[in-house]
């Protein structure tokens, strides 16, 4: 049975939609305020909130991000596409107009519950909080998963650099989640995303009347962080003003809303992340060195999409069984000409990519097979697996300096020459190692064993 909870500071409205929401097999608990509200329950113990617009103290908007994941419907009387767009624009899940007939709210709430299904979060449990699975077998997220692993139990600031959609937030979500403050919010804050004009304001809070708009005193992400983590993504884009408020945040351990006199101490972990050179940034004045210092206690590296080898086709196969299952089509699996085009393509957009050409794929799909041509990946400037293999191979003999005299590498073909170089030094070096000194993935070198019928040296 779904639990709701109502925020309506009118009686008579809140009471007549509680007997409502009762009579439909709802379980329903209610607030006049968003104050009376965060005091009085767990707001993640609810399925979904429903929420008026204009309540006493803070607005009815302010639950969404203290609600974290939970639905949040917003209504008001004040029926106009203003504040309809600016309250989806803040995160809310639907809106609706009052006065509102109750076929209307009981098809919309029966809609939102249905849809966020999967994606209410798991209860965590406080001896086994819920994981955000990051996949990776190459060396270079080995090194990643170590890295997280050590640093998740420190509240040391972190700093994640890598290209974009390579997957920053999840991992700052596993720091949180490996960490002593799991239990408490992870608040993630796009710096690009917020127009500069507000950006203090969403962080840090204000106070009533500390600039035109400012209706009411609101607290700030940093505070709705409290006791958890703060995730600053992008943020090289942080205008100085904030940056040197965001200092003080760090050197001090306290904030001050816009507006105000007073400080206060709150007890947050930062993460932030960027895909841009903040040296380089602070370098020339565009960001400040002293907060690029106070950020650069441990950095995590997140590699590119296109350095990661056999990782794409593992990631490839775990997003088209998710893609397969949202849309409730039949199971489908890639094609080895598909598979081979993931390898040779080189994923300028990443993972974030990677994701969004299955799911293309999964809707053009006629039948159960993943062919290239559903990718949709521009591949016409990009050499074929075989050409790199020959660019490879041709630097190795260049630069190899092995048993075989270079006259008779020079006519050797390109698999007489690997399979001469792999039996004469696979003793000696690993997959590896070989891998790498002929500038091909293990993958590829697996194929070519397979192709050339050579044995791999038994251990031992």
């Given at each position: ?242 940056q040197a408020r965001l200092l003080r945040f760090l050197q001090e351990s306290e904030i ?143 630069h190899e300096s092995g048993h075989l005299e270079p006259k008779r590498k020079a006519g ?49």
């Amino acid at each position: 049975m779904s639990r709701i909870l109502i925020v309506e500071d009118e009686t008579i409205i809140r009471a007549a939609l509680k007997r409502l929401l009762e009579k439909n097999n709802y379980l329903v608990d209610d607030a006049g305020s968003v104050d009376e509200a965060t005091s009085r329950f767990n707001l993640s113990d609810f399925h979904l909130i429903i929420s008026d617009l204009r309540l006493p103290g803070a607005p009815g908007t302010e639950l969404i991000k203290l609600a974290n994941n939970i639905p949040v419907l917003i209504m008001t009387s004040y029926a106009s596409l203003k504040s309809a767009v600016d309250a989806m624009k803040m995160g809310a899940v639907d809106y609706i107009a009052k006065p509102f007939n109750h076929d209307e709210m009981l098809t919309t709430i029966e809609t939102i519950l249905n849809r966020s299904k999967e994606l209410l979060p798991k209860k965590k449990s406080k001896t086994a909080p819920q994981q955000t699975e990051i996949i990776g077998q190459c060396e270079a997220m080995q090194k990643l998963f170590s890295r997280i692993a050590k640093v998740a139990h420190t509240d040391a600031t972190v700093l994640v650099l890598g290209e974009s959609g390579t997957g920053k937030e999840l991992a700052a979500r596993a720091i949180h989640e490996q960490s002593d403050r799991a239990h408490a919010p992870m608040i993630s804050v796009n710096c690009a995303a917020i127009p500069e004009s507000l950006i203090e304001s969403e962080l840090f809070g204000h106070e009533k009347g500390a600039f035109t708009g400012a209706n009411t005193s609101r607290s700030g992400l940093i505070e709705a962080a409290h006791g958890g983590t703060l995730f600053l993504d992008e943020i090289g884009e942080l205008p100085l003003e904030a940056q040197a408020r965001l200092l003080r945040f760090l050197q001090e351990s306290e904030i001050r809303k816009v507006g105000s006199v007073q400080s206060q101490k709150v007890d947050v972990r930062l993460i932030a992340a960027t895909h841009r050179n903040l040296k380089e940034l602070a370098r020339t004045g565009k960001f400040r060195e002293d907060l690029y210092y106070r950020l650069y206690v441990m950095e995590l590296n997140m590699p590119p999409l296109k350095a990661r080898g056999d990782d794409i086709i593992e990631l490839a196969q775990r997003f088209l069984i998710k893609a397969c299952e949202r849309m409730n089509c039949e199971p489908a699996y890639l094609s080895t000409e598909a598979k081979h085009m993931m390898l040779q393509y080189p994923w300028p957009g990443n993972v974030r990519e990677l994701e969004n050409a299955i799911e293309r794929a999964v809707i053009l799909a006629d039948d159960h097979v993943i062919t290239p041509e559903l990718l949709g990946l521009d591949i016409e400037s990009s050499p074929s697996l075989e050409q790199q293999e020959s660019q490879y191979a041709s630097r190795a003999l260049q630069h190899e300096s092995g048993h075989l005299e270079p006259k008779r590498k020079a006519g050797l073909s390109l698999d007489d020459y690997f399979q001469r170089f792999v039996i004469e030094h696979q003793a000696d070096m690993s997959e590896t190692e070989l891998a790498k000194k002929l500038g091909v993935s293990r993958k590829c070198l697996w194929e070519r064993r397979q192709k050339l019928g050579i044995p791999r040296k038994p251990k031992g």
